[in-house]
């Protein structure tokens, strides 16, 4: 049920960002095919003008399909909405009002079309649905919503979301961009009057120094980024899943197995300060939950090979991965050994180079 739902979002999504009135047609980059969509659509003076809207890869299949069925797919809004009654009713965790209304907004203001990547808790509910398991509620709450995007990608798309403060306000008029603290000019945060934040993220894959710099991000509506160290990792080879708010809405997470590594890597770099310690442990216990789910669901080996490219990334990932894992309880930590196992056997490669 949950995979004819993201199913019947994503052909929502597509139907809303595109409509029939346009056409669609590739543009070559770098040797690279993508598609965009030639629309029209009334001005603020409500004149007709033409405009174009990137819409993806040619190598990602679920966009390409849409393009070749785009004219036959139609929304149907309240089969999505019985489906997501039926599903939270199974025990699968709902959206806070704001958390669900806030990702609608971003979602229709096209921050999915644009490659961005939800991270952090909000994406973290989603993978009961994804797995077929349920998670427990006090590792699913929380008061933000986190957003990455590759730097290179908001480069090259050539276009841009409507501005999320826009998207955001329209909601809460109390939402408000917070500048920067290194450069004023630049925000990669918009919060609200009672503190629920909205924060756009990419990934660090240079010096130290880099870290504390907001990241230009073009396809962002006007909103900068803050960089940040194994995001990268995070974000790499995302899938689609549904936040369950509505008729559902339709998001692109980290697979799970790496949402899990990730949040062992991160629970070691807290500040040490109590809400801090806080989020470490939240982030401990989201790792173990994964790990459990994923191990009764058939895909340790996934696990393991999560564990092994970020393994591999050299010594100072290695360090992270090991003081994590001592964090982890005996069930979890177990399940992580025998998953690196199972992965090591199907590489051919020694395993007990790979643990902690």
Not at 107 to 136: D, E, I, N, P, S
């Amino acid at each position: 049920m949950f995979a004819e739902l993201i199913q019947k979002c994503l052909d929502a999504g597509f139907d809303a960002d595109f409509p029939e009135n346009g056409s669609f047609f590739l543009r070559k980059r770098n040797n690279r095919e993508y598609w965009y969509y030639n629309g029209y659509g009334p001005d603020q003076a409500g004149n007709a003008r033409k405009h174009q809207r990137y819409a993806g890869p040619v190598t990602d299949h679920e966009v390409t399909a849409r393009v070749a069925a785009f004219k036959t797919i139609k929304d149907n809004y309240q089969y999505r909405l019985s489906l997501v009654r039926s599903l939270r009713s199974a025990g699968l965790p709902i959206a806070d009002r704001l958390v669900g209304d806030a990702v609608e907004a971003l979602w229709k203001a096209g921050v999915f079309r644009m490659r961005c990547v939800l991270v952090g808790t909000t994406a973290f509910q989603t993978y009961a649905g994804l797995l077929g398991t349920r998670l427990a509620d006090a590792i699913t709450a929380t008061e933000d919503i986190d957003l990455a995007q590759y730097h290179s990608v908001s480069l090259a798309v050539e276009d841009s979301v409507e501005p999320p403060l826009q998207a955001l306000t329209a909601i809460d008029p109390t939402f408000r961009k917070i500048p920067h603290q290194s450069d004023p000019r630049a925000s990669t945060r918009i919060i609200n009057a009672a503190g629920f934040a909205v924060e756009f993220l990419t990934p660090n894959d240079s010096r130290d120094d880099y870290m504390s710099k907001p990241a230009a991000m073009p396809a962002l509506g006007g909103m900068a980024a803050e960089p940040l160290r194994f995001l990268d990792y995070l974000i790499r080879d995302a899938v689609w899943s549904v936040v369950l708010h509505k008729g559902g809405v339709p998001v692109r997470v980290p697979l799970p197995e790496r949402y899990a590594i990730h949040k062992l890597i991160v629970s070691t770099r807290r500040r040490n300060d109590p809400r801090s310690f806080a989020k470490a442990g939240k982030d401990i216990a989201q790792a173990a939950a994964l790990t459990t789910a994923m191990a009764a669901t058939r895909r340790a080996e996934d696990l393991g090979h999560a564990w092994i490219e970020a393994w591999g990334r050299g010594p100072g990932w290695q360090s992270a991965l090991r003081a994590g894992h001592a964090r982890l309880e005996e069930q979890p930590a177990k399940i992580i050994i025998d998953a690196v196992r199972i992965a090591a056997s199907a590489l051919r490669t020694d395993p007990d180079t790979l643990l902690p």
